[in-house]
């Protein structure tokens, strides 16, 4: 299935992350994927903490468009 049908289909509220393929630094997200809220696609970058030894996911979310595609922000 292509990412675009993906998105049309994902239900709101609902999303997914699996591992990034492209990590190339310590700096690239350890996971990467989509997640729909309000009718809009979001691409979800996670990293893997860890302090005291507990481990913890860290999140950014950047407004996609329905190919997946990150927008540009017009300033």
């Given at each position: 299935m292509s990412t675009k049908k993906y998105l049309e289909e994902l239900l709101e509220g609902s999303g997914h992350l699996n591992p990034f393929p492209m990590?190339?630094?310590?700096?690239?997200?350890d996971y990467g994927g989509?997640?729909?809220?309000?009718?809009k696609i979001y691409?979800?970058?996670a990293w893997v903490k860890t302090k005291g030894g507990k481990k913890s996911l860290s999140l950014k979310a950047i407004?996609?468009?329905c190919e997946g595609s990150i927008n540009k922000i017009k300033t």
């Amino acid at each position: 299935m292509s990412t675009k049908k993906y998105l049309e289909e994902l239900l709101e509220g609902s999303g997914h992350l699996n591992p990034f393929p492209m990590k190339t630094t310590d700096k690239s997200p350890d996971y990467g994927g989509y997640i729909k809220i309000d009718d809009k696609i979001y691409r979800l970058s996670a990293w893997v903490k860890t302090k005291g030894g507990k481990k913890s996911l860290s999140l950014k979310a950047i407004e996609a468009d329905c190919e997946g595609s990150i927008n540009k922000i017009k300033t």
